[in-house]
């Protein structure tokens, strides 16, 4: 699933990714910011582009306790195509 990009407060944007793992799943958050080239006054005209500037990640489980290597190693996911 991908949900984005959403403006948030402070004018950057994000993307967050989230994708099943086990009985968990990974989430990617990606934020992003506006740029200008050099010598154009920010916010004079639009973007020129987007500058990657974080990448959060992490693991959540299904389960009541967090996840560990020895947890997952347990049900590890299915060979092949996710189903969903």
């Known amino acids: 699933m991908i949900n984005g990009p959403t403006i948030l407060r402070s004018g950057a944007m994000a ?9 968990g799943r990974v989430r990617v958050t990606f934020q992003h ?21 974080r990448t959060m990640l992490s693991r959540e489980a299904l389960r009541p306790t967090a996840p560990t290597v ?9 060979e092949g195509n996710p189903i969903f």
Request: aromatic share 6%; net charge negative.
């Open 15 to 23: 993307t967050e990714l989230v994708l099943r793992h086990g009985d």
């Open 33 to 53: 910011a506006p740029v200008w080239e050099q010598g154009v006054e920010p916010g004079s005209c639009p973007p020129q582009g987007l500058k990657l500037f």
């Open 70 to 78: 020895e947890t997952e190693e347990q049900d590890p996911p299915k």
